[in-house]
C-alpha cells in the first residue's frame, strides 16, 4: 500500500492536470478563495432546488421522497459547513427553520411523525447538525426556542439511556424501538454518532463525563472487533443474538464519524490519554486510504457499492460526511493535514468535473474515480458530497471551533432530553402533551358516561318493546330471562336432538328467539309424542318446514281457542320466517336442512324423559 505521503506531489500534479483538462461545467482554482466560494455558491443553489420545506406546501426540515428523515438533518449540517466557510447567509433561515421544525415535543429530534420509524443513527445526525452550529456559533435560535448546545445534549442523553448491556455487552441498537426491522442489529455508525457527539460535547464544555461515553464507546467498538485492531477498518454491525456474526462492510461515513470524533478526544486529552489517541487518530487515517483509488489512489470512492452499480439513496451521501469530517479533524489535529489535504484537494477536482448532467446540464454525478465523466447519477447525495469536497479547501481559512471558553454562545442543559430517556413507546410522547386531568374533566366525564347510560337504557326498552303484545316491556323481559335460564330435565334446548326410540323420525328444531313468539312458554318434548305444557295463557308452537312452507302443530287441551292462536302464530312465523329464521325439520330418511340468507345451521332437540 503507497502511504498517503508518498502520492503528495503526484496527486498534485494529476489535480491540476484534471483542473485545467476536465472541469466543464465550472472554472475551479482550488487555490483561489474566491472560486472555491463561487462555485460552492452554484453547488449550494443546485442542491436547494430538491429541497422543498422552504416552498408552499412543504414541511421544515424534510426531504420529498425517496429522500428520508436523516440525510435531512444532513443536508443542515451541510449548510451550516456552507455559512462557516464562505460566510454566506443565504440560506441561514432555511437552516435556522429546518433545524428547529423537527425537534419534536421534548426538543430532543424526536418528532411524532418520525418515532415510529427512527433510528439511534438517524437522530444521531441531527445531533451532530446542532453540535456543528453551537460549535461554530452559528446564528442562535430566539431566547423562546431551544437553543443549538441544548439540543445536543439533549440527543447525547437520549441515547445514553438506550445503552444495551444485554446484547453484546453494550452498544447502541441501531432502531430505537423493538417492532422496526433492524432492531437486533448494532451498527456502527449509531455508535459512530453518539462517539462523535460525546467527544465534541466533552471537548466543547470541559464534562469529563462525555468523554467516559466516548472511551465506553471505543472500547466497545474495539471489543466487538467493528473496529479492526491493526487496519482500523471500521465494519458495518452485528448481531445483537450472536455477537460473532458481524457484517463486513466499509463505508465512509463510519470511518470519517469515527476520526473527527478521535480527533476531538485527542484535542480535549492531555498526557497520556493524548498519546492514546493520537495512536488511535493515526490508525484510523491509515484506515480511510481503503476509500481512495484511481492512478494515485487520492480521489474518493464508495467503494462498497459504486464499483458494482449498487449504490442506493443513502449511500451516495456517504462521501460528503467523510469530506467533512476529514476536513474538520485538521482543526483538532493540525498535524494532519499534511496527510488530509492533498487527498480532499484532488477528489475535489475530480468530483467537479463530474458535475456536468442533471436538467441544468451541471448536477454532479456519483462516481469521481473517472474525472470528466458524467454518470447518469445525481440528486441530493450527490450533489451534497461535491458541495462538501469542495468547501473542504477552505478548511485553514475558517475559524477554529469554539467551546464554552473560547468565545461559544450557545446556551446548554444538560439535563435536556430527559422526558425521552429509555423510552421506547413513541405513543406516550404524545400523551405527555396532555394537560394534567382537573375536577371539570371529572365533572364532564361523569356527565358523559350518565348520558350515555341513559341512552342505552332507552335503547334496551325499544328493542323489548312490541306494539302488537298484550305486555308492556317490563314484563316481557322477565320472558327472555326465563328463554337464558339454565335448562332443566325435560327442557329442549339448541344442540340437543330428539328422536323416537323405533329411530323412525328424528326432528330437529331450530329456536330463533322472536320476543313475541316466546309468551313466556316452556316446551317440554318426550320420546315418541310432542306435547306442549302451557305456562301461561299461550302456548308455544311447534314450528316444521314442510316444502319451504312454515307449518305449526299444537297440542292443547283449550280447542277452538288453541285453533284461533294457531292462525295467529302462523301469521307471525310466516312473517319471521321471511325476515331469516331457519327451521328445520326431519323425516323418517333422515334431517334435511334449510337455508336463510344468514347461513345454514342445525340446532338439535334433546332427547328427554317424562
Given at each position: 500500500m503507497l502511504g498517503w505521503g508518498t502520492t503528495k506531489g503526484a496527486g498534485f500534479a494529476f489535480s491540476l492536470l484534471v483542473s485545467a483538462r476536465l472541469t466543464q461545467a465550472y472554472v475551479f482554482d482550488p487555490d483561489s478563495d474566491d472560486s472555491i466560494k463561487t462555485v460552492a455558491s452554484s453547488l449550494a443553489q443546485d442542491l436547494m432546488s430538491l429541497y422543498d420545506g422552504d416552498k408552499p406546501g412543504g414541511t421544515p426540515g424534510l426531504l420529498p421522497p425517496p429522500y428520508f428523515w436523516w440525510e435531512a438533518g444532513a443536508l443542515m449540517g451541510a449548510l451550516v459547513d456552507y455559512w462557516l466557510y464562505t460566510g454566506d447567509t443565504t440560506w441561514v433561515n432555511v437552516t435556522q427553520e429546518g433545524l428547529l421544525f423537527q425537534t419534536g415535543p421534548n426538543d430532543d429530534y424526536m418528532p411524532l411523525n418520525q418515532t415510529m420509524t427512527e433510528g439511534n443513527d438517524d437522530q444521531g445526525f441531527w445531533g451532530l447538525s446542532v453540535m456543528s452550529a453551537a460549535e461554530y456559533n452559528f446564528p442562535n435560535p430566539p431566547s423562546d426556542k431551544p437553543q443549538w448546545l441544548a439540543l445536543a445534549q439533549a440527543v447525547f442523553n437520549t441515547q445514553a439511556s438506550r445503552w444495551d448491556?444485554?446484547?453484546?455487552?453494550?452498544?447502541?441498537?441501531?432502531?430505537?424501538?423493538?417492532?422496526?426491522?433492524?432492531?437486533?442489529?448494532?451498527?456502527?455508525?449509531?455508535?459512530?454518532?453518539?462517539?462523535?457527539?460525546?467527544?465534541?460535547?466533552?471537548?466543547?464544555?470541559?464534562?469529563?463525563?462525555?468523554?467516559?461515553?466516548?472511551?465506553?464507546?471505543?472500547?466497545?467498538?474495539?471489543?466487538?472487533?467493528?473496529?479492526?485492531?491493526?487496519?482500523?477498518?471500521?465494519?458495518?454491525?452485528?448481531?445483537?443474538?450472536?455477537?460473532?456474526?458481524?457484517?463486513?462492510?466499509?463505508?465512509?461515513?463510519?470511518?470519517?464519524?469515527?476520526?473527527?470524533?478521535?480527533?476531538?478526544?485527542?484535542?480535549?486529552?492531555?498526557?497520556?490519554?493524548?498519546?492514546?489517541?493520537?495512536?488511535?487518530?493515526?490508525?484510523?487515517?491509515?484506515?480511510?486510504?481503503?476509500?481512495?483509488?484511481?492512478?494515485?489512489?487520492?480521489?474518493?470512492?464508495?467503494?462498497?457499492?459504486?464499483?458494482?452499480?449498487?449504490?442506493?439513496?443513502?449511500?451516495?451521501?456517504?462521501?460528503?460526511?467523510?469530506?467533512?469530517?476529514?476536513?474538520?479533524?485538521?482543526?483538532?489535529?493540525?498535524?494532519?493535514?499534511?496527510?488530509?489535504?492533498?487527498?480532499?484537494?484532488?477528489?475535489?477536482?475530480?468530483?467537479?468535473?463530474?458535475?456536468?448532467?442533471?436538467?441544468?446540464?451541471?448536477?454532479?454525478?456519483?462516481?469521481?474515480?473517472?474525472?470528466?465523466?458524467?454518470?447518469?447519477?445525481?440528486?441530493?447525495?450527490?450533489?451534497?458530497?461535491?458541495?462538501?469536497?469542495?468547501?473542504?479547501?477552505?478548511?485553514?481559512?475558517?475559524?477554529?471551533?469554539?467551546?464554552?471558553?473560547?468565545?461559544?454562545?450557545?446556551?446548554?442543559?444538560?439535563?435536556?432530553?430527559?422526558?425521552?430517556?429509555?423510552?421506547?413507546?413513541?405513543?406516550?410522547?404524545?400523551?405527555?402533551?396532555?394537560?394534567?386531568?382537573?375536577?371539570?374533566?371529572?365533572?364532564?366525564?361523569?356527565?358523559?358516561?350518565?348520558?350515555?347510560?341513559?341512552?342505552?337504557?332507552?335503547?334496551?326498552?325499544?328493542?323489548?318493546?312490541?306494539?302488537?303484545?298484550?305486555?308492556n316491556w317490563f314484563p316481557r323481559s322477565f320472558g327472555l330471562v326465563s328463554l337464558l335460564r339454565p335448562r332443566g330435565h325435560g327442557d329442549v334446548a339448541i344442540g340437543e336432538q330428539s328422536s323416537g326410540k323405533s329411530g323412525k323420525a328424528a326432528t330437529t328444531i331450530h329456536r330463533t328467539f322472536v320476543g313475541r313468539m316466546s309468551r313466556r312458554t316452556s316446551r317440554r318434548m318426550s320420546n315418541s309424542r310432542q306435547e306442549y305444557v302451557e305456562m301461561n295463557s299461550y302456548p308455544t308452537p311447534m314450528i316444521s318446514a314442510v316444502q319451504g312452507t312454515p307449518q305449526i302443530t299444537a297440542t292443547s287441551s283449550n280447542g277452538p281457542r288453541l285453533h284461533q292462536e294457531r292462525r295467529d302464530l302462523q301469521t307471525d312465523v310466516s312473517s319471521y320466517w321471511d325476515r331469516g329464521s331457519q327451521i328445520e325439520h326431519s323425516g323418517a330418511a333422515g334431517p334435511s336442512q334449510a337455508s336463510s340468507r344468514y347461513g345454514s345451521s342445525r340446532i338439535k332437540a334433546g332427547s328427554s324423559r317424562d
Open positions: 448491556p444485554d446484547g453484546c455487552g453494550g452498544g447502541l441498537r441501531w432502531q430505537i424501538f423493538t417492532w422496526n426491522s433492524g432492531y437486533e442489529y448494532k451498527n456502527s455508525i449509531s455508535q459512530a454518532c453518539f462517539f462523535n457527539l460525546a467527544a465534541r460535547l466533552a471537548r466543547y464544555t470541559g464534562n469529563q463525563s462525555y468523554a467516559d461515553w466516548a472511551e465506553r464507546t471505543w472500547d466497545w467498538m474495539e471489543k466487538t472487533d467493528l473496529i479492526a485492531p491493526d487496519t482500523y477498518y471500521v465494519y458495518d454491525g452485528i448481531q445483537a443474538s450472536n455477537c460473532s456474526e458481524m457484517t463486513p462492510y466499509q463505508w465512509t461515513y463510519n470511518a470519517g464519524a469515527f476520526l473527527v470524533g478521535a480527533s476531538a478526544m485527542y484535542n480535549y486529552t492531555t498526557g497520556k490519554s493524548r498519546e492514546v489517541w493520537r495512536t488511535r487518530l493515526d490508525g484510523l487515517l491509515n484506515g480511510t486510504m481503503v476509500f481512495f483509488r484511481g492512478p494515485n489512489r487520492d480521489i474518493m470512492s464508495e467503494v462498497a457499492c459504486e464499483p458494482v452499480d449498487l449504490c442506493d439513496t443513502d449511500q451516495q451521501s456517504f462521501k460528503a460526511y467523510l469530506s467533512r469530517w476529514m476536513a474538520a479533524t485538521i482543526k483538532w489535529a493540525p498535524w494532519t493535514s499534511e496527510r488530509i489535504l492533498p487527498v480532499l484537494r484532488s477528489t475535489s477536482i475530480a468530483a467537479l468535473s463530474t458535475c456536468k448532467g442533471g436538467p441544468n446540464g451541471r448536477m454532479c454525478g456519483l462516481k469521481w474515480t473517472d474525472p470528466g465523466k458524467f454518470d447518469g447519477s445525481w440528486g441530493v447525495g450527490q450533489q451534497m458530497a461535491v458541495m462538501e469536497v469542495v468547501l473542504s479547501n477552505l478548511i485553514h481559512s475558517s475559524v477554529d471551533p469554539f467551546t464554552d471558553d473560547t468565545g461559544g454562545t450557545s446556551i446548554g442543559d444538560p439535563a435536556a432530553g430527559g422526558e425521552d430517556m429509555i423510552k421506547t413507546n413513541p405513543f406516550t410522547a404524545s400523551l405527555d402533551l396532555l394537560p394534567p386531568i382537573t375536577s371539570s374533566d371529572r365533572i364532564g366525564a361523569g356527565i358523559l358516561t350518565t348520558i350515555i347510560m341513559i341512552c342505552l337504557i332507552c335503547g334496551c326498552v325499544f328493542v323489548l318493546s312490541d306494539e302488537k303484545s298484550e305486555q
